[in-house]
């Protein structure tokens, strides 16, 4: 499986994007496709996850009524929807696929590449 991850920009705080991934090779049902975060000299952080087959979504508190995550199966891509950006938003932006829910990225076993997210205040 490989993960294509796009989407990623300079905004001002307050702004908005959109982040893409897209899996090659199939996606199953059970499993989850998740956005994690890592600002420079921190650790990487759960930012959101989607359940493939419910659709059922998880965030972290820290984004929770901002960040929209969802998913068209027919393009294989799940999409991380960011609002009313901060500052503090600013990291480097992974997309992951686990064959279970975690908010642990030990347990994505597949990665993508990043896309650099920097918002301006």
């Known amino acids: 499986v490989q993960l294509q991850a796009c989407g990623g920009g300079l905004v001002q705080a307050g702004g908005s994007l959109r982040l893409s991934c897209a899996a090659s090779?199939?996606?199953?049902?059970?499993?989850?496709m998740g956005w994690f975060r890592q600002a420079p000299g921190k650790e990487r952080e759960f930012v959101a996850a989607?359940?493939?087959?419910?659709?059922?979504?998880y965030y972290a508190d820290a984004v929770k009524g901002r960040f929209t995550i969802s998913r068209d199966s027919a393009r294989n891509t799940v999409y991380l929807q960011m609002n009313s950006l901060k500052p503090e938003d600013t990291a480097l932006y992974y997309c992951?696929?686990?064959?279970?829910?975690?908010?642990?990225?030990?347990?994505?076993?597949?990665w993508g590449q990043g896309t650099q997210v920097t918002v301006s205040s």
């Open positions: 989607i359940r493939w087959g419910t659709g059922r979504t």
């Open positions: 992951a696929q686990a064959t279970s829910y975690s908010t642990s990225p030990l347990e994505y076993r597949y």
């Open positions: 090779g199939r996606t199953y049902s059970s499993h989850v």
